[in-house]
């Protein structure tokens, strides 16, 4: 009930293509679900991040879809370049004070050619 | 701009033999964990660290590891007896208190030959 499926587990889009990445998790108390961005030999860093009280979320080319229902979000990468080419991981996470781990999915390698 | 940051960024070692993985976290800080990621495979919690004591740990962190924090900077992951499977990326983050946002460092690649 901890995990977080992601899909697809890698992608090819052309420049100024839309990808879109999927992740539905099970448990219900998950209530902040960032998406981190990974260049290879470097840390995930958050790229944007969503609560459950709204339904999408935009942030510059980055686009967060919500579906608490269905409990499921996708990140889309709008206007897609080269240098978006990286590995993204979606993430979930109970709020609970002095310890908020984060449950990865499994992470998805996106390749932008121009 | 403040980052986490990890040292040394390779460690090779040999089957058994301790290691102590440091990182040094963002300073008005107040959370800490230590991720591992297996080449090719997702990041997965390893322990959550805050007011000096361990809050959460997983499956994964068995008796082997440790965390410290020894002075109010540093904060180390010790693997006492390392196995073939500790061979990882290791990432610290931190979290600052009223915050989402958990910042990773750069990562230890751990070696275990």
């Known amino acids: 009930q901890q995990q977080v499926k992601q899909s697809p587990q890698s992608l090819i889009v052309q420049k100024g293509g839309i990808p879109i990445i999927n992740c539905a998790y099970e448990?219900?108390?998950?209530?902040?679900f960032p998406w981190y961005q990974q260049f290879p030999g470097k840390g995930p860093a958050l790229l944007i991040a969503i609560r459950p009280d709204v339904s999408e979320k935009k942030e510059g080319r980055f686009t967060i879809s919500f579906n608490k229902s269905a409990k499921q979000f996708s990140l889309h990468i709008m206007d897609s370049q080269p240098g978006d080419s990286a590995t993204y991981f979606c993430?979930?996470?109970?709020?609970?004070?002095?310890?908020?781990?984060?449950?990865f999915g499994t992470g998805t390698r996106l390749t932008i050619i121009p | 701009e403040p980052e986490v940051t990890q040292t040394p960024s390779h460690q090779v070692t040999q089957m058994g033999q301790e290691v102590i993985l440091r990182c040094v976290p963002i300073?008005?800080?107040?959370?800490f964990y230590w991720y591992r990621q297996i080449l090719g495979q997702k990041v997965e919690f390893l322990v959550s660290?805050?007011?000096?004591?361990?809050?959460?740990k997983s499956e994964i962190f068995d008796d082997q590891f440790s965390v410290e924090r020894p002075d109010g900077s540093n904060f180390t992951l010790k693997i006492r007896s390392t196995k073939l499977e500790d061979s990882a990326m290791y990432f610290c983050?931190?979290?600052?208190?009223?915050?989402?946002?958990?910042?990773f460092g750069p990562g230890t690649r751990l070696t275990v030959l």
């Open positions: 983050a931190s979290l600052e208190s009223n915050s989402d946002e958990q910042f």
């Open positions: 300073s008005n800080h107040l959370y």
């Open positions: 448990n219900t108390a998950f209530d902040y």
């Open positions: 993430a979930a996470r109970k709020s609970n004070f002095g310890n908020e781990k984060l449950t």
């Open positions: 660290f805050y007011n000096n004591e361990i809050s959460e």
